[in-house]
């Protein structure tokens, strides 16, 4: 690697880092903020890279925004999961808002102010995780992996956990080398269960029980009825203990009241909106909903299961549109994974003439992508809503609303 340099810092990007150049090139710097002026090392550095990662190891001329640490461990050097412990939460904010209104004007050609909402009762950005993942050392120390590595680095707590994973004491005990422990604190009256490599954990060891309980209820007031959701404890639901019902509270209103509507719930997991949609519509609408991964299909199945308007199809939400189960939606609601819908799904959402999209996004950028794609077939970007559901983290969820011309 390079020797260490000191940098004058630029603007925020997508990603969870800063932009600076060195002797030309573009580096992206960790652990730092825009007007900065720190000593950097370089974590990659090849001499045929188009541009150069690095972490910011001395501040020299420190930003207003910046405040100690709230998570020392995921600072230069260390773990993932915490890139922003370093700024203050206002800040935060206003730096995935830059990055949201950038992806959005690059990418989709839209021009628009963007506000970053809080989540509803956070206050210092921590205790918010209801899941975590741990790997344990070679020592058995429980912990999470160094940044872009495999390496795991022993951890003695995690501060975004909410306070009954904390209470836990995983990283007080050993566990065997390698162990993957998932600690998980339903909202709800559910107790929290841990599982170490696929397995329900409890302080005597495994629990190889054939009922041994291995998923838990989610509760959460959509619409203002209480709705339970049961769900695998290693199967995908929102991590943030606000965000089931910030998101399917934003879903329900963008959709709205529509007695009697068809519905397309794509890529619907366990049925966060399938549940509400199903109220959204009444019993003389319908709601389709779509998964691709067998087990949240299940779990979607009996959450569903006194919605007799739900109907689940089972595969890749591409080739379930293209089987052609709907050939007309009135809304379609589509809560893809990362990487986006992507063309072909955007293709397949367009050719059911809804009247309405509703689009929940965790990546700014594919989020963008496929507005731009959206725009083309004639559905213009009428509203917009940023909820900051990954405090400490460069991560933001959108609800983003089209609306067919």
């Given at each position: 690697?390079?020797?260490?340099?000191?940098l004058?810092i630029?603007p925020?990007?997508?990603?969870?880092?800063?932009?600076?150049r060195h002797?030309?090139?573009?580096?992206?710097?960790?652990?730092t903020l825009?007007?900065?002026r720190?000593l950097?090392?370089?974590?990659?550095?090849?001499?045929t890279a188009?541009?150069?990662?690095a972490d910011?190891?001395?501040?020299?001329e420190a930003?207003?925004?910046?405040?100690p640490?709230?998570?020392?461990a995921?600072?230069?050097g260390g773990?993932?999961?915490?890139e922003?412990?370093?700024?203050?939460?206002?800040?935060?904010?206003?730096?995935?808002?830059?990055v949201?209104?950038?992806?959005?004007?690059?990418?989709a050609?839209?021009?628009r102010?963007?506000?970053?909402?809080?989540?509803?009762g956070?206050t210092?950005?921590?205790?918010?995780?209801?899941?975590?993942?741990?790997?344990?050392?070679?020592?058995?120390?429980a912990?999470?992996?160094?940044?872009?590595?495999?390496?795991?680095?022993?951890?003695?707590?995690?501060?975004?956990?909410?306070?009954s994973?904390?209470?836990?004491?995983l990283?007080?005990r050993?566990?065997?080398p390698?162990?993957?422990i998932t600690?998980?604190?339903p909202?709800?009256?559910?107790?929290?269960?841990?599982l170490?490599?696929g397995?329900?954990w409890?302080?005597?060891?495994?629990?190889?029980?054939?009922?041994?309980?291995?998923?838990?209820?989610?509760?959460a007031?959509?619409a203002?009825r209480?709705?339970?959701?049961?769900?695998?404890a290693?199967?995908?639901w929102?991590v943030?203990?606000?965000?089931?019902?910030v998101?399917?509270?934003?879903?329900?209103?963008?959709?709205?009241?529509?007695?009697g509507?068809?519905v397309?719930?794509?890529?619907?997991?366990a049925?966060?909106?399938?549940?509400?949609?199903?109220e959204?519509?009444?019993?003389s609408?319908?709601?389709v909903?779509?998964?691709?991964?067998?087990r949240?299909l299940?779990?979607a199945?009996?959450?569903?299961h006194?919605?007799?308007q739900v109907?689940?199809?089972?595969?890749?939400?591409?080739?379930?549109?293209?089987?052609?189960?709907v050939p007309?939606?009135?809304?379609?609601?589509?809560?893809p994974?990362?990487?986006?819908?992507?063309?072909?799904v955007?293709?397949?959402v367009?050719?059911r003439?809804?009247?309405?999209v509703?689009?929940?996004?965790c990546d700014?950028?594919?989020?963008a992508?496929?507005?731009a794609?959206?725009?083309?077939?004639?559905?213009a970007?009428?509203?917009l809503?940023?909820?900051d559901?990954?405090?400490?983290t460069?991560?933001?969820?959108?609800?983003?609303?089209?609306?067919r011309?």
């Amino acid at each position: 690697m390079p020797p260490d340099a000191v940098l004058e810092i630029g603007p925020v990007a997508h990603g969870g880092h800063c932009v600076a150049r060195h002797e030309g090139r573009v580096v992206f710097v960790r652990h730092t903020l825009p007007g900065e002026r720190v000593l950097v090392r370089f974590t990659e550095a090849g001499q045929t890279a188009s541009f150069w990662r690095a972490d910011a190891v001395e501040v020299l001329e420190a930003s207003p925004d910046r405040v100690p640490s709230a998570w020392p461990a995921a600072g230069p050097g260390g773990v993932g999961g915490g890139e922003l412990a370093h700024v203050a939460l206002p800040a935060q904010r206003a730096w995935k808002a830059a990055v949201v209104a950038e992806q959005l004007r690059r990418l989709a050609h839209d021009e628009r102010p963007v506000d970053v909402e809080a989540a509803p009762g956070e206050t210092d950005g921590l205790g918010w995780r209801t899941r975590i993942e741990l790997v344990a050392d070679a020592q058995g120390r429980a912990g999470m992996l160094r940044h872009r590595s495999h390496e795991v680095v022993a951890l003695t707590s995690m501060p975004l956990a909410v306070a009954s994973i904390a209470d836990l004491g995983l990283f007080d005990r050993r566990w065997t080398p390698g162990a993957r422990i998932t600690a998980v604190a339903p909202a709800g009256a559910d107790a929290p269960l841990v599982l170490v490599d696929g397995l329900p954990w409890t302080a005597h060891g495994v629990d190889r029980r054939p009922n041994a309980r291995t998923s838990v209820r989610e509760t959460a007031v959509v619409a203002g009825r209480e709705h339970t959701w049961r769900v695998a404890a290693d199967g995908f639901w929102q991590v943030h203990r606000a965000a089931p019902a910030v998101l399917a509270g934003a879903v329900v209103d963008a959709v709205g009241a529509r007695e009697g509507a068809t519905v397309l719930d794509l890529y619907a997991g366990a049925g966060l909106f399938s549940v509400p949609l199903a109220e959204a519509v009444g019993t003389s609408g319908r709601v389709v909903a779509v998964e691709g991964d067998e087990r949240a299909l299940r779990d979607a199945r009996r959450n569903v299961h006194d919605h007799a308007q739900v109907e689940l199809h089972l595969g890749g939400v591409l080739e379930v549109l293209r089987a052609g189960p709907v050939p007309r939606a009135d809304v379609v609601v589509l809560d893809p994974p990362r990487v986006g819908a992507g063309r072909a799904v955007v293709e397949q959402v367009v050719a059911r003439a809804p009247e309405r999209v509703v689009y929940v996004a965790c990546d700014p950028a594919a989020l963008a992508r496929d507005v731009a794609t959206f725009a083309a077939a004639g559905y213009a970007l009428t509203g917009l809503r940023a909820v900051d559901l990954f405090p400490m983290t460069h991560h933001i969820e959108c609800v983003a609303v089209l609306d067919r011309g």
